[in-house]
């Protein structure tokens, strides 16, 4: 029992606005939507057949509904998978377009995933209107 580890967590009463993301090297945006009710399988399938990647290799997945009022995040963190899903109380996510129709998805950096999914419009790096930053 000695080697038991313990963890503590601590309430402050919010939740925090920014997310870090495992410290992956990069993220992988499905540029067309998709059924957001699926899950752990689902989404692993659509990483590996629709954007020819493996989850386990340690790249982020990123997909969004066709509204792009919510996002599901799939990550693997060396033991499991992770589905992390965030949904917009007002105003969209600002998606990238797909500029070639046969790339099913595009190579985000760390620093930009964390610009979307915190609602920076990447095309220009302008706040979307309902993002508003703690003072």
């Not at 799939?74 to 007002?90: A, F, H, I, N, S």
């Not at 105003?91 to 620093?111: C, I």
Request: aromatic share 10%; glycine share 10%; proline share 6%.
């Amino acid at each position: 029992m000695k080697n038991r580890r313990h963890w503590r967590l601590s309430w402050s009463g919010r939740w925090p606005r920014h997310v870090k993301f495992f410290g992956q090297s990069e993220g992988a945006v499905a540029l067309e939507p998709c059924d957001l009710r699926k899950g752990f399988n689902g989404l692993h399938a659509l990483a590996t057949e629709r954007l020819g990647e493996d989850p386990r290799q340690g790249a982020l997945f990123v997909f969004s509904n066709r509204r792009h009022t919510r996002i599901k995040i799939l990550c693997w963190d060396g033991t499991g998978l992770w589905v992390l899903t965030k949904r917009l109380e007002q105003g969209t996510f600002s998606w990238p377009k797909n500029a070639e129709p046969e790339t099913p998805k595009l190579r985000l950096t760390p620093q930009a995933l964390a610009m979307l999914t915190d609602g920076v419009d990447l095309r220009g790096a302008k706040m979307r209107p309902w993002y508003e930053r703690e003072g």
